[in-house]
């Protein structure tokens, strides 16, 4: 069979087991893991829990910024059905992996922000102990994304120099399962909504591996059935449907079966928001209304967790942005785990998916060293674009039906000033295109090098993003007003040019140290936070081409070392234990009106 990126559930057709828990690892840094056959069973390893990011898990500095090869082992045992395929499925590996079963080659994946699912039915010896070992490697470059670069040092050990502000966690971050689906299966399905009046349409297309007759069901809150229709592709009529909004996050059940007369062979249920989301005249519309994005850049960050997805941290992010009345968040710079779309669902929450594509400059300092380094005239190129439509493709196919995903990022900050770099993007706009069922909108953010004058690659999105740092890494404390002047300039170009796009601020801050304050402000105090706040919203209140700020970022995060960073990125609006700054009660109060 096909693979499915269905996430696992539970019924009388199909059931998981997770395989979470304390796994086997081994560092190796002399690459000799596939020579000496490690796939057969790890010669030294030591426990490490998965899902996890490992590096804040050790005391010791090597463990922490080791950069390589290393594996992970894990021993199951499986009933023999033969009834059912299993497949083994992992939430995310980063960056890359090669999956064994019992010592055979399963697959491969490249990419470490989306699940992949490996069918092992014919690797597995039932009733026995079966081992899986998988050779994972966490090193950056520039054919894969996101992008960055390796330094050797005089002792041979590696480090990650990522193109990008953020820690390069790794390891098995997310949670694997052992899934079992029967032979004839659901693979996937996708829905479309249109309303009509009080009602609403949802158009869907099933897949399954077989050819046996689909059924497809809406039932709402309460289980009652609301409609019903037959086929692999269909309408749903809803009568008096119940939107889905952020103010009533409103979720049916969708469920689809696979039947032969009256036996079931196979059910998949979901959860289903009935909503619309469109861009008409420079407005963004949710179910025919206009509504203004607020909210957050944000990354998946925590103390010792760094980026292992924890329903307790997630569920106070979603109420701290509730609480501060946000309604949207940018996945900067990767798809979250997807944990956080189902959550975003009840919650009511929006959300901008962005696909890995950062550090498309040469930047080793948070890009404040970069400029014009002819990123996509490299050999590599080619290569970088094959795996960037590949993370598009897995993105897209992973997160197509969730009602808080309201468009997609193609790309954070790369040099749009290039034809080269219009020429590597416009084909995965188009395949963006094509693969969203729901064509959301699709945009791109870009720094302040890309503007009214340079950029070439806004002409492809349905909106644009600007990351813009007026007043913190240029014009920033005494000069606070002469930013504000340069900042109203640049608006008045984006002006002349939108041509109908809407535009917003997907970044956009100033790093302020927790514990700092002074009057009058300096730079990192909590003062010079709220005065910097002040000013874009002075000028964005000005243009009214702007239809959305998403402040930079949502909490203070963990970055790679160096002078630019103390400790990290302290641009948050949240400390990194997730308390508030004073910055918080200004957004609060802006958008509890705005
Ligand atoms: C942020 C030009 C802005 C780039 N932007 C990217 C983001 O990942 C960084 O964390 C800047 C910053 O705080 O510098």
């Not at 597995?124 to 950056?140: A, P, Q």
């Not at 469920?255 to 959860?271: G, T, W």
């Not at 920033?476 to 900042?487: D, I, M, R, S, T």
Request: glycine share 6%.
């Amino acid at each position: 069979m096909t693979t499915t990126m269905l996430y696992p559930c539970v019924n009388a057709c199909r059931n998981f087991a997770s395989l979470d828990g304390l796994w086997q690892m081994q560092f190796d840094p002399k690459n000799c893991g596939m020579e000496e056959h490690w796939e057969n069973g790890l010669p030294d390893s030591f426990s490490i829990p998965v899902p996890s990011s490992f590096a804040d898990l050790f005391t010791e500095r090597e463990k922490r910024d080791y950069c390589g090869d290393f594996w992970y082992e894990t021993k199951f045992y499986l009933d023999s059905d033969d009834t059912k395929d299993v497949l083994l499925r992992f939430g995310s590996i980063t960056h890359r992996a090669d999956v064994y079963i019992n010592g055979v080659k399963a697959g491969s994946h490249e990419g470490g922000f989306t699940p992949f699912v490996l069918n092992i039915t014919d690797l597995v010896k039932y009733g026995e102990r079966n081992r899986i070992s998988i050779r994972i490697n966490n090193e950056l470059n520039e054919t894969s994304i996101p992008c960055g670069t390796v330094k050797t040092l005089s002792d041979g050990r590696k480090i990650a120099a990522p193109y990008f502000d953020f820690f390069n966690y790794s390891g098995i971050q997310r949670s694997v399962h052992l899934v079992r689906v029967p032979k004839e299966s659901i693979l996937d399905y996708d829905t479309v909504i249109t309303l009509n009046n009080d009602d609403a349409d949802i158009s869907y297309r099933v897949k399954t591996s077989g050819e046996h007759e689909v059924i497809a069901y809406l039932f709402d809150r309460k289980g009652n059935k609301v409609s019903e229709c037959t086929g692999k592709e269909g309408i749903l009529h809803v009568q008096n449907a119940h939107l889905w909004s952020t103010e009533d996050p409103y979720l049916y059940s969708i469920v689809f079966r696979i039947v032969n007369d009256d036996q079931e062979i196979d059910k998949y249920p979901a959860k289903l928001g009935i909503r619309t989301f469109e861009i008409k005249d420079g407005r963004f519309l949710l179910n025919n209304k206009e509504i203004y994005l607020k909210g957050y850049g944000k990354h998946e960050d925590f103390e010792v967790i760094g980026r292992t997805f924890n329903y307790s941290v997630a569920k106070r992010d979603f109420e701290l942005m509730k609480w501060s009345n946000a309604n949207c968040f940018r996945t900067s710079h990767y798809p979250y785990a997807e944990e956080w779309y189902q959550m975003a669902d009840e919650e009511g929450i929006l959300i901008i998916d962005e696909v890995p594509a950062v550090g498309m400059m040469r930047s080793l300092m948070n890009f404040a060293d970069a400029k014009d380094t002819h990123f996509f005239t490299a050999p590599t190129v080619p290569e970088l674009q094959k795996n960037h439509k590949a993370a598009l493709e897995e993105m897209i196919t992973r997160d197509k039906n969730h009602p808080s995903v309201i468009a997609f990022s193609i790309y954070n900050e790369p040099e749009t000033y290039y034809q080269e770099a219009y020429d590597y993007f416009k084909p995965l706009f188009d395949y963006a295109r094509e693969l969203d069922p729901q064509k959301r909108p699709l945009t791109g953010a870009v720094e302040l090098h890309s503007n009214p004058n340079t950029c070439l690659c806004y002409k492809l999105c349905d909106f644009v993003s600007l990351n813009r740092y007026y007043g913190w890494y240029l014009l920033g404390g005494p000069e606070l007003n002469e930013a504000e002047k340069a900042f109203r300039k640049e608006m008045e170009g984006w002006k002349q040019i939108l041509d109908g796009r809407p535009l917003i601020f997907t970044e956009f801050g100033g790093d302020t140290y927790a514990s700092e304050h002074k009057l009058p402000s300096v730079m990192w105090s909590q003062e010079y936070q709220n005065e910097y706040y002040e000013m874009y919203f002075r000028v964005m209140d000005d243009f009214d081409f702007i239809k959305g700020e998403l402040v930079w970022n949502f909490a203070d995060f963990q970055t790679t070392e160096g002078i630019m960073r103390v400790n990290g990125n302290k641009k948050g609006i949240f400390t990194r234990n997730r308390q508030p700054k004073d910055a918080a009660f200004l957004l609060k109060s802006r958008w509890n009106h705005k």
